[in-house]
């Protein structure tokens, strides 16, 4: 009973290198979210997928571009990272977006 | 502008003293408010959806309570394994969630 799944669990990355955080969720849920937490401050979303084939804009997608390949699987891509990334980050699926919401364990990432 | 406010930041408390946590809101249009609790070097784990004020949800040693401008989570008789960060977030008209904080909960033995 896997839930949601996040890969890496952790990265360290060199300011300007790019790379994908991947998410995959076996529930069979239509709506996915990328977040990040940062110490004292409560989650922030970064790019949801209300069903699959479109993705919206969170409250910080700035540096950030997603992609829902597929009903199970939904990627955050940072092209060029910068030490303000430095985070951890979250995905989450719902059945739609009005039901509770399902987190992986998240990507611990340090951007150098 | 929507906000969600968790307070204590912190709490310590003693094996069996009970006390609650406070999730104050403002939003446009409330849809819903949902508590999580996580562990360290987890997710968030869902335990509650509140609707409408008044309303109450029951888990455990865990209750959940609801009014037109604040969330309780009320712990009865903690014990150790009850310690965790406990998180609150509101779902807005435009149904995104907004979340607070959260409060830390130690529980000592």
């Known amino acids: 009973n896997a839930g949601v799944t996040q890969t890496p669990k952790f990265q360290v990355l060199k300011t300007g290198q790019s790379m994908t955080l991947q998410c995959a969720q076996d529930m069979n849920h239509n709506s996915m979210y990328w977040y990040r937490q940062d110490p004292g401050m409560g989650l922030r979303l970064i790019y949801y997928s209300a069903s699959e084939g479109t993705t919206d804009k969170g409250e910080v997608p700035n540096g950030y571009n997603v992609s829902r390949l597929n009903k199970r699987e939904f990627s955050l891509r940072l092209e060029s990272a910068a030490p303000s990334q430095t985070s951890v980050y979250f995905c989450a699926s719902s059945g739609v977006v009005n039901q509770p919401q399902h987190f992986g364990d998240g990507t611990r990432l340090s951007i150098l | 502008e929507d906000q969600v406010t968790q307070s204590p930041e912190a709490l310590r408390l003693q094996e069996g003293e009970s006390s609650s946590l406070n999730c104050s809101y403002t939003v446009s249009g409330l849809r819903g408010l949902f508590w999580y609790r996580q562990d360290p070097g987890k997710g968030p784990e869902f335990l509650f959806t509140?609707?409408?004020?008044?309303e109450e949800k029951e888990k455990e040693r865990l209750k959940a309570t609801l009014t037109k401008k604040e969330s309780f989570l009320h712990i009865t008789a903690p014990k150790p394994e009850d310690s965790a960060t406990y998180l609150c977030a509101v779902q807005s008209s435009n149904y995104q969630l907004i979340w607070g904080a959260g409060t830390k909960l130690i529980i000592k033995p």
């Open positions: 509140l609707y409408s004020a008044g």
